[in-house]
Nanobody
């Protein structure tokens, strides 16, 4: 089963920006929609952060509205999360959950990435 690969995390100061990217681990799968989730600390539940559907309908959690921007580049088979004005409360491991299917066709399925750490210091 395909996995998703997140990139772009890191450690920044409050007020800085980061851009996360999510793409399938293999070019054999197409991803058309995805959501970003955050686990604040190990053992805690993942919270919804932002999502974009096949038709580019976008939604955000209240805590990131106006600061984060989700987008997708179908040509690059990648979904991005632009995170501006980062705050210490944004700290956590960010996971991508995407809607994927083989390039050759077939049924749609969902896939998760391993997550990527974002740390914000005050």
């Amino acid at each position: 089963q395909v996995q998703l690969v997140e990139s772009g995390g890191g450690s920044v100061q409050a007020g800085a920006s980061l851009t996360l990217a999510c793409t399938p681990s293999t070019n054999d799968f197409r991803m058309v929609a995805a959501g970003w989730y955050r686990r604040p600390a190990p053992g805690q539940l993942r919270d919804f952060v932002a999502g974009i559907t096949r038709d580019a309908v976008i939604s955000y959690s209240d805590s990131v509205k106006g600061r984060f921007t989700i987008s997708k580049d179908d040509a690059k088979n990648t979904i991005f999360l632009q995170m501006d004005s980062l705050k210490p409360e944004d700290i956590g491991r960010y996971y991508c959950n995407g809607e994927v299917r083989p390039m050759s066709g077939g049924r749609w399925d969902t896939a998760w990435g391993q997550g990527i750490q974002v740390t914000v210091s005050s």
